[in-house]
């Protein structure tokens, strides 16, 4: 029944899917950096009245972008599993969030965006191809 709705698509990778997939893995690069960062300044405080991030927030943050980057590594081998987990970790790290924050918030939400909204429309027609 799939194959009635996208005749034409090939199980080559286009470069609208190269693309998003590229721009997604390093949109969590850059979460895993500034949280790697934020993790190195934990114990170097200049005033301890000042608010710090909690300590389990920066590590499952760490381990949820890893689990994305894995499940982006898994969608470009297309694996049904890769497109789920990159969604649930990206999504948990929006959940697991101590308060709303421009880099704790949005980069996740707006890495989730991009991959759900723009990788779909690439993702969906190929999707007879995934194992």
């Not at 286009?14 to 114990?43: D, E, H, P, Q, W």
């Not at 969608?75 to 649930?88: D, E, F, P, S």
């Not at 709303?100 to 996740?108: E, S």
């Amino acid at each position: 029944m799939t194959q009635d709705y996208f005749p034409n698509e090939s199980p080559e990778k286009s470069f609208g899917f190269k693309v998003i997939m590229t721009l997604v893995a390093l949109m969590i690069l850059s979460i895993i950096v500034v949280r790697v960062y934020s993790l190195s300044l934990y114990n170097v405080a200049p005033d301890p009245t000042l608010y710090r991030e909690p300590l389990w927030y920066n590590i499952s943050s760490i381990v949820l972008s890893i689990i994305a980057l894995i499940g982006v590594w898994l969608t470009w081998q297309y694996r049904k599993v890769g497109v789920y987990l990159t969604i649930a970790a990206l999504f948990l790290m929006v959940i697991i969030n101590p308060e709303f924050d421009l880099l704790r918030t949005l980069a996740p939400m707006f890495t989730l965006f991009v991959y759900s909204g723009y990788g779909l429309f690439e993702i969906i027609p190929k999707w007879k191809f995934f194992k």
